[in-house]
């Protein structure tokens, strides 16, 4: 009887695990190859900053030319540039400003645990309960800001993050500096 049960099992198993095979062979459908293209020169910070849910959101805005090539603001100067060449466009980079890696900081002296900064965090960055201090994980903070424009006391702040041998990089030189 046990024997049996198992038979049946893996055959039914194996039956539709072929089926399922076919299936996203011959259902498969075709992504535009330029959406993934522009998602890889994103960040790929999910922060929403460019005003829509993701990156793949926004690339995919970008290749049906919906959207401007600065619509995302961690990128900064470089990924506009990028975008731009991708997409054989001009960009205007005067209102574009390279910023540097930033996070949501909690100052637990002002912090009142009114609970309105965890409520409007994309990634669940903010720990916190109602009445008690929050904290940041930073890890997870992409530094949409969304946190620091609810916050009534002020007690949330983007700081620049601060280098550490594990943050350190090398700085590339301007273009056109002397050697």
Same mark, same amino acid.
């Given at each position: 009887?046990?024997?049996?049960?198992?038979?049946?099992?893996?055959?039914?198993?194996?039956?539709?695990?072929?089926?399922?095979?076919?299936?996203?062979?011959?259902?498969?459908?075709?992504?535009?190859?330029?959406?993934?293209?522009?998602?890889?020169?994103?960040?790929?910070?999910?922060?929403?900053?460019?005003?829509?849910?993701?990156? +793949?959101?926004?690339?995919?805005?970008?290749?049906?030319?919906?959207?401007?090539?600065?619509?995302?603001?961690?990128?900064?100067?470089?990924?506009?540039?990028?975008?731009?060449?991708?997409?054989?466009?001009?960009?205007?980079?005067?209102?574009?400003?390279?910023?540097?890696?930033?996070?949501?900081?909690?100052?637990?002296?002002?912090?009142?645990?009114?609970?309105?900064?965890?409520?409007?965090?994309?990634?669940?960055?903010?720990?916190?309960?109602?009445?008690?201090?929050?904290?940041?994980?930073?890890?997870?903070?992409?530094?949409?800001?969304?946190?620091?424009?609810?916050?009534?006391?002020?007690?949330?702040?983007?700081?620049?993050?601060?280098?550490?041998?594990?943050?350190?990089?090398?700085?590339?030189?301007?273009?056109?500096?002397? +050697?």
């Amino acid at each position: 009887m046990l024997l049996a049960a198992i038979l049946s099992l893996t055959v039914l198993g194996l039956v539709l695990g072929f089926l399922l095979g076919l299936a996203a062979r011959y259902l498969k459908v075709e992504g535009n190859p330029l959406v993934a293209e522009i998602e890889q020169l994103l960040p790929g910070a999910q922060c929403g900053q460019c005003g829509f849910p993701g990156c +793949a959101g926004a690339a995919q805005a970008l290749a049906n030319s919906e959207a401007p090539v600065t619509l995302c603001p961690p990128g900064g100067r470089a990924v506009v540039q990028a975008l731009a060449a991708k997409l054989g466009v001009e960009a205007d980079l005067s209102g574009v400003q390279d910023s540097v890696p930033m996070l949501a900081e909690v100052k637990e002296e002002i912090c009142i645990g009114c609970t309105r900064c965890f409520k409007v965090c994309p990634t669940d960055a903010i720990m916190g309960a109602a009445q008690q201090i929050h904290s940041v994980f930073r890890e997870a903070c992409t530094a949409c800001g969304k946190c620091e424009e609810v916050c009534p006391t002020e007690s949330i702040k983007l700081q620049p993050i601060p280098v550490t041998l594990q943050s350190w990089h090398w700085h590339k030189p301007a273009e056109g500096a002397a +050697a």
